[in-house]
């Protein structure tokens, strides 16, 4: 008997980490650009406390979205694995360890960010000297070569194969490859420091992928869970 386990569990996984870019994208419209696009090395801590409950939410997001994207990866590959073992399995071991770094990344700003915050506001000029020194690291996924480059890299990969085999409905690989495009200019900015401030191109690159990774995902999710049925 085929056991459809990995699909039916892959495709639930795969709608919620959906549904968790939909809560990012949301508590990103709302919160201020300070927190968000801003460069200012004081904004996370000046503005942390009257949108205490937004960030959560959207660290929140972040977190379980990429937990649940640890059960996504496995089932998505599994569907184009028999074309190009080789680079499915690189990729989705580099997407794997993205997903755990945002898991990280993010729960280390839930517990931290406020009280770090807490410790800037209430300290002296040498403890916010110490919070706010410019380019100290805070992230493990410093210029987002995991989040965006490895994540964009193996949705790039599944998707052509997925393509070029039939294996997915068109549309769905299309979508695919899309939201591929959109992670790498995302990623761009990061590491071409003067593009972001083209604000063209930070509303084109971001929000091409706030539309794209939630329709991706949910679609994704459905076709897994109908492979987990039949």
């Not at 794997?96 to 755990?100: G, I, S």
């Given at each position: 008997?085929?056991d459809n ?14 549904i968790s870019?939909v809560?990012?994208?949301?508590t990103?419209?709302?919160l201020p ?6 460069n200012d090395?004081q ?9 205490l409950g937004?960030?959560m ?6 977190t379980l ?12 590959s ?5 074309l ?11 997407a ?5 770094v945002t ?7 839930i517990?931290m960010n406020p009280l770090r ?6 300290g002296?000029e040498?403890?916010r000297?110490a919070?706010t ?10 210029q987002n070569?995991?989040g965006f480059?490895?994540v964009?890299?193996w949705i ?7 393509l070029?085999s039939?294996?997915w409905?068109?549309?769905l690989?299309?979508v ?5 495009i959109?992670?790498f ?8 420091p003067?593009?972001s ?5 930070t509303?084109?690159?971001?929000g ?10 949910i ?7 109908h492979n987990?049925?039949s």
């Open positions: 008997m085929k386990s990995l699909y039916k569990l892959g495709g639930i996984s795969s709608m919620l980490v959906g870019y809560v990012i994208a949301v990103g419209l709302l650009t300070a927190l968000t696009y801003g090395v904004s996370p801590f000046m503005y942390l406390e009257e949108n937004l960030l939410t959207q660290y929140w997001a972040y979205g990429a937990v649940f994207a640890l059960a996504m990866i496995p089932a998505v599994a569907t184009v694995q028999h190009n073992e080789g680079w499915v399995r690189w990729t989705s071991t580099l794997t360890l993205a997903f755990a898991i990280l990344d993010n729960y280390w700003a517990v915050a807490a410790a800037y506001i209430t002296n040498a403890w000297g919070l020194v410019p380019g100290a690291p805070q992230w493990i996924d410093v070569w995991l480059g490895a964009g890299l790039l990969v599944v998707s052509l194969l997925a070029r039939n294996v409905p068109k549309g690989a299309y695919g490859i899309a939201a591929a959109f992670y200019l995302a990623l761009a900015p990061d590491i071409i003067s593009l401030g083209v604000v063209i191109f509303v084109v690159s971001v091409g992928g706030v539309v794209l990774a939630p329709i991706l995902y679609w994704m999710g459905i076709f897994l869970r987990g049925s």
